[in-house]
Nanobody
Framework: QVQLVESGGGLVQAGDSLRLSCAASGRTFEIKVMAWFRQAPGKDRELVAH????????YYADSAKGRFTISRDNGVNTLYLQMNSLKPEDTAAYYCAARTRNGGLGYYIQRTEYDYWGQGTQVTVSS
């Protein structure tokens, strides 16, 4: 089992920055990929970015590329999402997710690719 707890959300203005954190515990040695998803009310949960836990290779959705940075600190089992130049359309509940299954080269975009989820942290961006 892996437990994930997000923190760092809040209410900010357009153009501001925010850093989200996700603390992982339990069988963290099983983690292969970690990701940030977000979900606005009435919309599907969508991938923001993911990172290979061992090698650090990253992937960003077009909406996040150039503004957001995903990173991890393996030593303290923590995932981060640095969000800059925030826009009102970034408003959503943000969730971290962990994949523990082995797999080949994949995009890891779908929710079903991940095995564990945090409870979410709300980010609200006002104009």
């Amino acid at each position: 089992q892996v437990q994930l707890v997000e923190s760092g959300g809040g209410l900010v203005q357009a153009g501001d920055s925010l850093r989200l954190s996700c603390a992982a515990s339990g069988r963290t040695f099983e983690i292969k990929v970690m990701a940030w998803f977000r979900q606005a009310p009435g919309k599907d949960r969508e991938l923001v970015a993911h990172i290979n836990w061992i090698h650090g290779v990253t992937y960003y959705a077009d909406s996040a590329k150039g503004r957001f940075t995903i990173s991890r600190d393996n030593g303290v089992n923590t995932l981060y999402l640095q969000m800059n130049s925030l826009k009102p359309e970034d408003t959503a509940a943000y969730y971290c997710a962990a994949r523990t299954r082995n797999g080949g080269l994949g995009y890891y975009i779908q929710r079903t690719e991940y095995d564990y989820w945090g409870q979410g942290t709300q980010v609200t961006v006002s104009s």
